[in-house]
Each structure stands twice: as structure tokens, then as C-alpha cells.
């Protein structure tokens, strides 16, 4: 179980990992991209609240939905036009018939895909935010009551929290003690904490405990229910994730395994009785290899990507 350490100061203890917003396809930081794409606001339609305008407000980046759709039609036209200028000029110096033409296919394609990216990549941030937040919830939530049931004030456990190895979580506390230092009340910034916050089992735990210091319970009481309710949904998800794997496994074994050997047995057969060139022979194999590498990484992205949020 992870501890925090209270005896060392804000400044000598180690900072937290941050999830860091980086606009995909840029080296900016997100100001710069803002001023440089002011002329394409007037394509943006307002709207008041989207999906994207929610991502982006949860993802705590000082940007407004018509600011980021902006920085990605910008993003659009400029790789595009980039791509277009390199692929012209290299298909003209080859001689390559209707150079201009697919150029021109390749710099839509290009810049369809960086457009696409960027649209998609708060959604994938806040995925990403959540996962880490709800991955130390449960430790960090058990170093709170440890700290309680020793007379530490909820206060001072904020600050340890905040200044702990929690990666994200400690920077969502220190949001809170930020707030508190400016003269909020305790229960105010908990609830706003939990308002724009892309995790909802932190959601709650922020909810149980608000509504317990306004009851007047023992909050220990209250943190240890939370602990509670999480470990049983960790079990929960656990046995999903069990039942997930197996037909994932299956698959593996099947287009890993199985079928290579069968594959390999069968292009031996047919290269010898055919008499294919060596040089075919070899593109064949190596094709067949580079699909299975594929297929293996794959895999290994599947298996990360239905991993439980609270492991």
C-alpha cells in the first residue's frame, strides 16, 4: 500500500506523474496553437454543450470547443498542404503519371487523419485521466484512513495526499487544497472537485464524503464504506475482465499459433512443387511474418485496452 510521507516538505518531495494534454501531430504548447488558428474560428459553429466541450472541460485545458476545432481545421489544411508540396515534388522527380492527382490523395488522407486525431484525442486524454485516477483511488483512499484513525486533521491528510506519489489523483488534490487555502469551505470544494472530474467511482467517493461532513458523520466511517464498495466493484471487474480474456486468448492462439505453423507447412509444400524463385519464396515468408507481428502487438493493445480501471 502506498504512503504518504508528511515529514517532507512541498518542495523537497518528489512531484507526481501528470497527464500531460499534448495536441497529437504538434510541438506547440496549446497557447501558440490558439493564437495561430484565429482565422479559421469563423468556420466553427457555436454550440453550447457537445460531447467535445465536456471532454475538453474535463480534461481541465483553458480551451473552448470553438478554440479546439479551430487548432484542428488548422491542423487540417496546414498538414495537407505540407504533405502535398513533399508528395508533388518527389512523384514529379520519379515521373510518376498524374503526380498532382495523387498528391492530392495523399494530403486529404494525411490530413484527414491528423483532423481526426486531434477531434478524438481529448475523449482518449480523459480515458486516460480516468484510468489513472482510478487506479490509485483504492490505495489512496486507504493511506486517508490510516491517517484519520491516527488524529490527523482531513485537512493535513489533503495536503499529504497532494504531495504523495498518487500521479494524477494527487494533482486533483491538490486542486482542493488550493481551493481551501483561498478561504473555501472543505465541502464546497469537494463537491466542485467532483463535478468536472472524468472518473465516476471518484465521483462518488467525493459525494459520500461531502455529504457526510455536512451529516456530521465520522468520516472514517464513511471513507472505510467507500473502500468498501470499491473493492467489490474490483471484484466485479476482475471476473469480467477474466470472462473477456478467454475469447481473446482463443483468438491469439488460433491466428498466433495455429495458423502460422499451418501456414508455413502449406507455402513450404507449394514453393517446392511449384519451384517459386528464391527471392519469392522469401517475400512470402517475411510477409507472413510481419503479419503475425502485427498480429501480436495487436494483441498486447487489446489486452491493455479491456484491463479493469481500478487494477
Not at 457537445?50 to 473552448?64: D, K
Not at 484510468?131 to 483511488?137: F, Y
Not at 456530521?216 to 471513507?223: E, H, L, N, P
Not at 491469439?252 to 502460422?260: C, D, F, Q
Amino acid at each position: 500500500m502506498k504512503r504518504s510521507q508528511s515529514s517532507q516538505s512541498f518542495w523537497t518531495k518528489k512531484k507526481p506523474k501528470k497527464v500531460q494534454f499534448r495536441v497529437p501531430f504538434s510541438f506547440s504548447p496549446i497557447d501558440k496553437l490558439k493564437k495561430r488558428s484565429v482565422i479559421f474560428r469563423r468556420f466553427v459553429r457555436y454550440r453550447r454543450d457537445t460531447a467535445l466541450s465536456s471532454h475538453l472541460r474535463n480534461s481541465g485545458v483553458p480551451i473552448t470547443r470553438e478554440e479546439y476545432l479551430s487548432i484542428c481545421y488548422g491542423g487540417f489544411i496546414t498538414s495537407s498542404l505540407l504533405l502535398f508540396v513533399l508528395a508533388s515534388t518527389f512523384l514529379i522527380m520519379l515521373r510518376i503519371e498524374r503526380a498532382l492527382v495523387l498528391s492530392l490523395g495523399l494530403a486529404i488522407l494525411f490530413g484527414g487523419f491528423v483532423y481526426f486525431s486531434r477531434v478524438m484525442y481529448p475523449q482518449v486524454y480523459n480515458n486516460r485521466k480516468q484510468r489513472n485516477i482510478e487506479r490509485n483511488l483504492i490505495p489512496a483512499l486507504q493511506d486517508m484512513l490510516v491517517q484519520l484513525h491516527s488524529g490527523v486533521p482531513l485537512f493535513t491528510i489533503l495536503i499529504n495526499l497532494s504531495l504523495a506519489d498518487y500521479e494524477e489523483l494527487s494533482e486533483q488534490f491538490k486542486k482542493a487544497v488550493k481551493g481551501i487555502n483561498a478561504g473555501r469551505p472543505q465541502v464546497e470544494v469537494l463537491e466542485d472537485l467532483g463535478k468536472d472530474n472524468p472518473s465516476e467511482f471518484f465521483r462518488k467517493t467525493l459525494w459520500q464524503l461531502s455529504n457526510g461532513m455536512r451529516a456530521g458523520s465520522d468520516i472514517s466511517i464513511v471513507i472505510q464504506d467507500s473502500i468498501h464498495s470499491l473493492s467489490e466493484e474490483q471484484f466485479i471487474q476482475i471476473q469480467e475482465y477474466g470472462n473477456k480474456l478467454n475469447p481473446v486468448i482463443m483468438f491469439y492462439m488460433l491466428s498466433s499459433v495455429i495458423l502460422p505453423a499451418l501456414a508455413i507447412t502449406f507455402l513450404t509444400i507449394i514453393t517446392s512443387m511449384i519451384g517459386l524463385s528464391g527471392k519469392t519464396t522469401q517475400m512470402m515468408f517475411l510477409g507472413l511474418f510481419v503479419a503475425v507481428l502485427v498480429l501480436q502487438v495487436m494483441f498486447l493493445g487489446v489486452i491493455k485496452s479491456v484491463r479493469p480501471s481500478l487494477l
